[in-house]
């Protein structure tokens, strides 16, 4: 079966570094996606990663393996306003993204 | 600007009724979804349409039914049928050829008394 994983709820200092991971086992990859998502609102895009490495976006960063199907998405400088929820997401071989449960980020002062 | 607009945004169904959700988009998207959000759970696919006049079903659909008569609008229809309807529901477009983005709509939370 196909199945993302990644933890339930984190929580992290204004100011921080947090990172949050993905590990995924799907049939077929075509891409991973990190989409962030506060309560209520509908999830918005945060990044896509295709190819092994790094993908850095101000504050936020991206890292792809996918011989480990793992992925981490990388939050600098904490702001109270990202707190949210964090969503992974991968492509799979008929390009249909399949959802992690999310992973709910706290952030304290 | 463009984008996706769903409604209502709050709605209470009795049990036994039908009730249909809008998502109408100004993006000029061809494909549109239709996922289904209940907590500590991931995006669950209900149905999906890739142009017009054509849908599929996704991995929840029974209980639900959509309609693709134009490009903007994709309607979902949550029957009596469904057992467990109340969950928070979003629509999302994608343009053809892209990585794969979706754009969301604000969601409709459905709740069933």
């Known amino acids: 079966g196909q199945n993302i994983d990644q933890p339930t709820e984190m929580t992290a200092t204004e100011g921080a570094i947090v990172q949050i991971n993905c590990t995924y086992q799907?049939?077929?990859?075509?891409?991973l996606f990190w989409y962030q998502q506060h309560a209520g609102e509908a999830p918005t895009f945060l990044s896509y990663n295709v190819l092994d490495g790094l993908e850095e976006k101000g504050r936020f960063s991206s890292f792809l393996s996918r011989s480990k199907g793992y992925s981490y998405l990388l939050l600098k400088e904490l702001q109270m306003k990202d707190s949210a929820s964090y969503l992974c997401?991968?492509?799979?071989?008929?390009?249909?993204?399949?959802w992690g449960a999310g992973t709910k980020l706290i952030i304290k002062p | 600007d463009g984008g996706i607009t769903q409604s209502p945004k709050y709605l209470f169904r009795k049990e036994g009724q039908n009730v249909t959700l809008s998502c109408e988009q100004n993006?000029?998207?061809?494909?549109m979804y239709w996922y289904r959000q209940d907590p500590g759970q991931g995006l669950r696919l209900i149905y999906y349409s890739q142009i017009v006049n054509d849908f599929q079903k996704g991995d929840i659909a029974e209980g639900y039914s959509v309609s693709r008569e134009k490009k903007e609008s994709f309607p979902l229809t949550v029957t009596s049928a469904q057992k467990n309807p109340t969950a928070f529901y979003l629509c999302?477009?994608?343009?053809?050829?892209?990585?794969?983005?979706?754009?969301f709509g604000e969601g409709s939370r459905l709740t069933v008394l």
């Open positions: 999302a477009s994608k343009r053809e050829g892209d990585t794969g983005e979706l754009f």
């Open positions: 993006l000029n998207h061809d494909a």
């Open positions: 799907t049939s077929g990859f075509n891409g």
């Open positions: 997401a991968v492509s799979d071989s008929n390009y249909q993204l399949i």
